[in-house]
Each structure stands twice: as C-alpha cells, then as structure tokens.
C-alpha cells in the first residue's frame, strides 16, 4: 500500500517504525500538536466534532432567523411564518423551540383588545407537547397567557389582548416531537380576531430544531 513504509519482522509483528508509519497513515495527526486523533461513529447526516482524540457523529442544530417582518395577519386563520418550516422524520425525537417578537401595526398599536395566535402544524406523531407563553397584561403574575399544543393545525394557541402594543413583544414556544410520519414542522401565526390592522411577526425572530438520535 503506497505511503505505509512498515517492515515485517520475522514473528509477523511491526516494527516500532512501522507502527508508527501506519498511524500516519490510518489516523488524522493533529497540524501543530501531533496528536493522533481516531474516528468514533458517525452516522449519515451527522456533523463531525472533536471530544477529546477522537472525532466522532453528532446531530447539528437547524435554525432560522426571521430577515424581516412578516405581512401583517388579518384573520383568525393561522398562517405559516415564511422560512420557519423544518423537516423531520419518523421514528425520529426532536425537540424545538421559537421565540417571536410580535407587534401591532399602524393605528393598530394603540389597541390593546388584539392578542397573537400561536400554533403548528407537523406529520403523524407518536408525541407532541409545545409549552406556548404570550405576554398579554401588565407585568406580575398574570403578565402571560400559557397554554399547551398538542395537536397539529387548528387554532393552537391565542391570547386575549396586547399589553402595550406600542412595543415589540416575545412569545416563545418550547416543545418535543416524536414522529409516526415523515414531513415538515412549521410555526404558524395569526389575529385573535378578524380586524384589518391585524397583527405581524417582526424581524430577528427565531426557531430552532434540534434532532436528538
């Protein structure tokens, strides 16, 4: 084999040049340092990271930052935020999370009788709890509406007013998925109620999805 410059002695064991020779060849040496560093498991579609000598598989995170505001949701109807949309697959667990900063419109911004509905939508599942907190009152103990999803579409998740709706506010959605099915999980948003000034998901926010196995 070209590169491994061992010789064989006669009881069939390397030589200590040849041994060393072949985990030049067989291992990953370390620019600077020399050091040695083996190959642990790694799975299709992990990424490869260091622990200690050795480089081995772990699930990457995937996430998405909102680049600018959404159109502003009129309807009670939930809509897809653009780009919050991630693929998961069955038999699969995965834990997520989004945080959203929301605000009223316009004229809007001086009503606080509009609150924000939350909600997914995901494949078949074995599982699923989402944890949704929305900030809907003055602060104390009462300042967030929390509720739970558990079920894919529908109405999700909506609180009842906007506490100063001149200000950008953060909702957050926390939740685990184990799948029975391949497809897409997507955070959705809308209006409590009908009204045309509506509400909107603002730039900088985030989601994350996180594959566990």
């Known amino acids: 084999m070209a590169g491994v410059k061992h010789t064989t002695a006669a ?3 390397f030589s ?9 060849v067989h291992d990953f040496e370390e620019a600077g340092s020399s050091a040695i560093l083996t190959i642990g498991a790694i799975a299709d579609g992990q990424e490869v990271v260091r622990s200690g000598t050795v480089l081995q598989g772990k699930w990457h995170d995937v996430d998405f ?5 959404t159109a502003t949701s009129v309807a009670t109807g939930p809509v897809t935020i653009s780009g919050m949309v991630f693929p998961v697959a069955s038999g699969v667990p995965y834990n997520f999370s989004a945080r959203l900063l929301h605000r009223r419109p316009g004229a809007a911004a001086t009503s606080t009788t509009v609150g924000l509905r939350l ?10 709890r989402a944890n949704v907190k929305i900030p809907q009152a003055a602060a104390g103990t009462d300042a ?15 609180s ?3 506490q100063s709706p001149t200000e950008t506010q953060l909702a957050e959605i926390e ?6 099915g391949s497809g897409k999980l997507a955070f959705l948003f809308g209006s409590e109620i009908a009204t045309t000034q509506g509400i909107l998901i603002v730039a900088g926010s985030n989601a994350k999805v996180s594959r566990l196995s």
């Open 144 to 158: 967030f509406y929390e509720s739970w999803i558990s079920t894919s579409g529908g109405n999700g998740v909506t």
């Open 119 to 128: 909600s997914l939508t995901f494949p078949s599942a074995v599982v699923v």
């Open 16 to 24: 200590s040049t040849g041994a060393t020779e072949w985990n030049r």
């Open 11 to 13: 009881d069939g064991t």
């Open 160 to 162: 009842a007013s906007t």
């Open 175 to 180: 939740g685990t998925i184990l799948c029975s």
């Open 65 to 69: 930052v909102l680049g600018g505001d």
